[in-house]
């Protein structure tokens, strides 16, 4: 399953952020791929069936701190 992961991710990283860059949009083209490395680790921990920490708990207490 991981390996499906990493093919598919790495098709979508040879199609798709690469037209921002020869469009001159580097802002674009960097977050773009930030994001695009931030879901490809997220896939390949569920691909590989590790437990990732929720972040609910952070994200309450912050709002708690703020009201």
Request: aromatic content about 16%.
């Amino acid at each position: 399953m991981a390996i499906y992961t990493v093919l598919i991710y790495a098709f979508i990283i040879v199609v798709d952020p690469y037209g921002l860059l020869k469009q001159g949009q580097k802002r674009e083209f960097y977050v773009c791929s930030a994001l695009c490395l931030l879901s490809f680790g997220l896939a390949f921990s569920l691909a590989m069936h590790w437990e990732i920490p929720s972040p609910s708990t952070p994200i309450v207490g912050f709002i708690r701190k703020l009201f």
